[in-house]
C-alpha cells in the first residue's frame, strides 16, 4: 500500500536557524507529493507540490527516488513558520494519503 | 475564494447518540472528502464521494456513513457515536478535471467529544 512516513513528531528549532522536515514515500510508480501546512486556528492548506518545483513562504522540497524522500527544508526558520506540516501523497482522482504530521515549534 | 463551511465546530454528544456533521462548499466542486485528525495518527480518510449520490469507502469507514443528496453538500454520520470517535473532523473538496493536482480545500473543522 502506498505510504507516506514522517518520522518526527516534533522539530524544535531557533529563529534563524535552518530546518529540514522529513518525508519519506514507498511507491512503486512515480509518485505526486505535496507538502500540507496548517497554521494555528487556521485551515489546513496546501504549501507546495514536488512538480511545481517551486518555493513558498521560502520554503523548498526536492523529490529524491533514490532515497524516496520529499523532505521540506528552509535555510532559516522564522517565528510564523511555526505549524504543524504534513506531507502527502495522490493515489487516484485527487484522493490523498497523509502522513502522520510533524509540528514545528520555532523559538525566538 | 473556495469556501469549504462545517456546520458544527464544537460538539458534545453521549455514547450511543446518532451524530450529524455538515459540509458546505460553495465552488461547484465534484470531489468531496471527509477526513478525521487525531495526534500522531495524521489525516486518515474516512469517505470521498465523486459526484452526487456517489460515495467511496476510505480508509477508516468502520462507524460512519456519508450523505451526498446534494453536489455541494457532504455530510458524514455517526449511527451511535462511541468514544473512540472523539476527534477532529475534516471536511475537503476539489474540483475534477483538473488532473491530479493534490490540492484539496478544507473547511475549519468540526471537533467532536463523545462522553
Known amino acids: 500500500a502506498q505510504r507516506v512516513t514522517q518520522p518526527e513528531k516534533l522539530l524544535s528549532v531557533f529563529k534563524g536557524a535552518p530546518v529540514e522536515l522529513k518525508c519519506n514515500y514507498s511507491y512503486s510508480g512515480s509518485p505526486e507529493l505535496f507538502w500540507y501546512v496548517q497554521y494555528s486556528r487556521q485551515r489546513l492548506q496546501l504549501l507546495l507540490r514536488h512538480i511545481s518545483r517551486e518555493s513558498i513562504k521560502g520554503f523548498t522540497a526536492d523529490l529524491n527516488k533514490g532515497e524516496t524522500s520529499f523532505h521540506l527544508k528552509k535555510p532559516f526558520a522564522q517565528e510564523e513558520d511555526s505549524a504543524m506540516y504534513y506531507c502527502a501523497s495522490i493515489l487516484i482522482f485527487q484522493k490523498l494519503v497523509f502522513g502522520t504530521g510533524t509540528r514545528l515549534l520555532v523559538s525566538p | 475564494d473556495v469556501k469549504v463551511t462545517q456546520s458544527s465546530r464544537y460538539l458534545v454528544k453521549r455514547t450511543g447518540e446518532k451524530v450529524f456533521l455538515e459540509c458546505v462548499q460553495d465552488?461547484?466542486?465534484?470531489?468531496m472528502f471527509w477526513y478525521r485528525q487525531d495526534p500522531g495518527l495524521g489525516l486518515r480518510l474516512i469517505y470521498f464521494s465523486y459526484d452526487v449520490k456517489m460515495k467511496e469507502k476510505g480508509d477508516i469507514p468502520e462507524g460512519y456513513s456519508v450523505s451526498r443528496e446534494k453536489k455541494e453538500r457532504f455530510s458524514l454520520i455517526l449511527e451511535s457515536a462511541s468514544t473512540n470517535q472523539t476527534s477532529m473532523y475534516l471536511c475537503a473538496s476539489t474540483p475534477a478535471g483538473t488532473g491530479d493536482t493534490g490540492e484539496l480545500f478544507f473547511g475549519e473543522g468540526s471537533r467532536l467529544t463523545v462522553l
Open positions: 465552488m461547484d466542486h465534484e470531489n
